[in-house]
């Protein structure tokens, strides 16, 4: 009897420990779709894919379907400045697709990342400030009437070393300080990716002047566009607020993926698969910017995207 007690009160105690270390899911159990909206750095899909993989890896039970739909180019504010593309064609708008977005991808919860096209290259403005609060404060409100939660980002850095458009960190520092605001003002969900790219940035800069070298460091070569330390960056900080803390010192996707046995293959299969989905929904959901790939039909590009599922899932030890 005695033995009986001690092998129940073990299993309790196992039960317990196991209860309190065991990961919790980042995502409510409602959360079915997952959509991304945004610009070229969404459409990259770098920090998309980042996210995806870690919550397949950790979180296999819980079946998302994540959906990138970034644009290149697009703005949120409806402004392009002249001769974008060197003329062949104007900036696309959100709101001339983003009606379509919802009907046809009916996600429960979306990411919203704009800010970096909107100021279009010149120094802060009150006017442009304003169009993209507008755009912005239009976008929450289409999305909340659509019955999804929007979680804004803000902008990504803009590295002036690299880009040579002089104030332009300063327009999205502003941008990045409005949309934070907006937390304690409406009550907003809003995560931070703009400040922690910008204290990495700082820090390695910082460092070379520090040992007398010129500082060649950067996060993205063009200073708009993010490598893939950027992206991880980006991703980094949603997974944390998300309720991933644990990997606050993690230096790339991979790190994480420790039930991974090879973590760079897993996460070339998991860009294979959205590379060829987000093509598909851009192209059923039409859109105004030419010079895009044509996607394959979206039911097609969804069963290549099945078998694709099935290989990754089977790296998930």
């Known amino acids: 009897m005695k033995k009986s007690i001690f092998s129940l009160f073990l299993i309790l105690a196992a039960s317990i420990a196991f209860a309190q270390v065991a990961p919790q899911p980042l995502f409510k159990p409602e959360v079915k779709k997952v959509l991304f909206l945004g610009n070229s750095i969404t459409y990259a899909g770098n920090y998309v894919n980042d996210i995806e993989a870690y919550c397949i890896a950790?979180?296999?039970?819980?079946?998302?379907?994540?959906?990138?739909?970034?644009?290149?180019?697009?703005?949120?504010?409806?402004?392009?400045?002249?001769?974008h593309a060197d003329?062949?064609?104007?900036?696309?708008?959100?709101h001339e697709r983003l009606s379509r977005v919802l009907a046809k991808t009916k996600p429960d919860l979306v990411f919203a990342s704009y800010g970096m096209n909107d100021g279009i290259y010149l120094p802060l403005d009150l006017v442009r400030f304003q169009k993209f609060k507008d755009g912005i404060q239009w976008l929450h409100d289409k999305v909340v009437a659509s019955g999804a939660k929007i979680i804004h980002l803000t902008p990504p850095i803009y590295d002036e070393a690299r880009g040579k458009k002089i104030?332009?960190?300063?327009?999205?520092d502003a941008y990045s300080d409005w949309l934070l605001s907006q937390v304690k003002t409406v009550k907003w969900e809003v995560i931070d990716v703009h400040y922690p790219m910008q204290r990495v940035l700082d820090a390695h800069r910082r460092l070379d002047q520090r040992i007398g070298i010129e500082s060649n460091f950067t996060l993205a070569n063009d200073g708009i566009h993010?490598?893939?330390?950027?992206?991880?960056?980006?991703?980094k900080s949603i997974l944390m607020h998300l309720g991933a803390k644990e990997i606050i010192k993690a230096g790339t996707i991979q790190a994480t993926l420790t039930n991974i046995e090879n973590p760079d293959a897993f996460m070339k299969l998991i860009t294979e698969r959205q590379n060829i989905l987000k093509d598909a929904w851009l192209t059923n959901i039409g859109h105004s910017r030419p010079e895009m790939n044509k996607g394959l039909p979206l039911e097609e590009a969804q069963t290549k995207a099945a078998e694709l599922e099935v290989q990754i899932r089977e790296m998930v030890r």
Do not use: C
Not at 87 to 94: A, T
């Open 58 to 83: 950790h979180f296999p039970n819980q079946k998302i379907e994540f959906i990138n739909v970034g644009l290149p180019s697009e703005t949120v504010s409806g402004l392009s400045e002249e001769g």
């Open 87 to 94: 003329g062949r064609f104007p900036r696309p708008d959100l």
């Open 167 to 172: 104030g332009y960190s300063d327009v999205l």
């Open 226 to 235: 993010p490598a893939e330390a950027g992206h991880w960056i980006m991703a």
